[in-house]
């Protein structure tokens, strides 16, 4: 049982991890793809925090989240591999955040070919974030090993 888990842990992980790997690779002066990808999200998330809630954000430099991003897939995949809730938080947090910004469907109508798209890629992270927290349930199911105290031998005598 706990090989199947290791490689559940392994191949779960894999799509984080290999994931930063491509967007360390493409990162460079300007952030790469990631970057000019996340610009124009921004924009319309700060567009809708001004206008619905009234509050402006600060600029917020792109080329340090897609960083941050990195960052919380590989480390966050790192550690899940080998089983630590701290990994599985990690990749909650980047999940969470990237999410809502990343595929805003919500901005087009139905009529729109982007409006599936987007649909289908935020419904498969909604079920990443709910493999996590299912991971983080189990881990806090099993107590922790508990030493076992040797009992007292009986005196013969």
Do not use: C
């Amino acid at each position: 049982m706990g090989f199947f888990s290791f490689l559940g842990r392994v191949l779960f992980a894999s799509l984080f991890i290999l994931s930063a790997w491509q967007m360390f690779n493409e990162f460079g002066e300007d952030g790469g793809p990631a970057a000019k990808e996340l610009i124009p999200k921004l924009a319309i998330v700060k567009g809708h925090l001004l206008s619905k809630l009234g509050v402006r954000l600060p600029d917020i430099d792109p080329i340090s989240i897609v960083a941050g991003i990195i960052v919380l897939k590989g480390l966050g995949g790192f550690l899940f591999v080998f089983g630590t809730p701290f990994g599985a938080y990690l990749l909650l947090l980047h999940l969470a955040i990237t999410s809502p910004i990343l595929y805003d469907f919500y901005n087009y109508g139905q009529n729109k070919p982007e409006y599936f798209i987007l649909l289908n890629e935020f419904l498969q992270s909604v079920a990443l974030f709910g493999a996590l927290l299912f991971f983080i349930g189990m881990k806090n199911l099993i107590p922790k090993r508990q030493i076992k105290k040797r009992a007292p031998k009986a005196k013969v005598g």
